[in-house]
């Protein structure tokens, strides 16, 4: 397995954007650069090109090798679970990848919540807000130097049609805070070209349209007219590492 050199920085990445557009088929670019994580709460890891590798961090079995190891996430639970084996370093991770956090964050909010038919309280909405921040920041940190193991980290959200910009989609207030917590905030969209082909790309520049943003200077060189045509996780870390 590839491994990333110790002095190579990784980076953070958010994608949202609509259904079909591509975002998963970004994430799993990851797996160029070596061993990923997914923590796969929407099925979304089924129709990518890599091999999948299904693995359960409760059930005490070895970590996997040799593809993109997949965590069915149907719980709050099971985020616990994956965040102490990332936090501890003790894996063989170079990327984690979290397709969606919209559904994670509804997997928490029926954990908090007292039923289906329940008042979710200020107070429920407060906890839902700091939870998910905190869960968000600690992924963030996994690409910093004082982490026990750096890693790349991509994480997917959909897309609020009904806002203008569109915004990732969330309930409460993270969608105020999200963005400020990433490197990069890709909106994901396809058009086709001449031939008829179907084009993904990424607007990592924000405008009328979409929330977007890139504070990676050299990506936002290589990319002057703020938009990736067939972004490629590998290829943006290579413009970020001058490789």
Known sequence: MKTQKADDRRISVAVHGGWGTGKSWFADTCTEMGLTLTLDAEGGSRDTPSLKLPWSPASGEDIPTGGNVVVDVTSWSEIDNVMRVLVSGNHPFESVVVDSLTEIQKQLKDRLSQGPDALFDQQAWGKLLNNMEYLIRTLRDLTRPSAKRQIHVVVVTGTDDEMIPRKPMFQG????????????VGFMSTTKNADGEIIRQ???QPDDIA???????SVSVAHPMGVISQPNMGDIVRVVNNK
């Open 202 to 204: 990424m607007q990592i």
């Open 173 to 184: 207030g993270l969608r105020k805070s999200y963005a400020g917590y990433f490197d990069m």
């Open 211 to 217: 929330v977007a943003k890139c504070r990676l200077h």
